[in-house]
């Protein structure tokens, strides 16, 4: 009574074809590039940075673990690395658990204000 039957227009529908399906998954093939850019890409480097720096570790080296806790190794193993914390202390730590490498040779920040 109140309702009258809708009908689609076929005057303006988008042409069927190859052309229309390229131009309808353009945007996702763009989204799918620009995720890889800006998300995957820089963990990738990331990631090989990290394992560079680990990989490097030597004895007498500061490292920064992921707690906040800074130590000096005294052995390094195939995936373990023994830290002294304190003196006497040494504890064993997972090699990919190091967070940060500061090298014996980097000047340490004073505690004094100028």
């Known amino acids: 009574m109140f309702?009258?039957?809708?009908y689609a227009q076929a005057a303006?529908?988008?042409?069927?074809g190859p052309q229309a399906?390229?131009?309808?998954?353009?945007?996702?093939?763009?989204?799918?590039?620009?995720?890889y850019f800006l998300l995957i890409r820089p963990q990738q480097t990331r990631m090989k940075?990290?394992?560079?720096?680990l990989a490097a570790i030597k004895r007498g080296d500061t490292v920064v673990?992921?707690?906040?806790?800074?130590?000096?190794v005294v052995r390094v193993e195939d995936k373990e690395v023994?830290?002294?914390?304190?003196?006497?202390v040494t504890v064993?730590?997972?090699?990919?658990?190091?967070?940060?490498?500061r090298?014996?040779?980097e000047p340490a920040p004073a505690n004094d204000k100028v």
């Open 3 to 6: 309702a009258t039957p809708a």
């Open 12 to 16: 303006g529908a988008a042409p069927a």
């Open 21 to 35: 399906m390229l131009i309808q998954f353009l945007p996702l093939v763009a989204l799918v590039v620009l995720f």
């Open 49 to 53: 940075q990290h394992q560079a720096l």
């Open 65 to 72: 673990l992921p707690s906040g806790v800074i130590g000096k």
């Open 82 to 88: 023994g830290v002294e914390i304190a003196t006497g």
């Open 92 to 101: 064993k730590v997972v090699k990919t658990m190091i967070s940060d490498v």
């Open 103 to 105: 090298t014996k040779g």
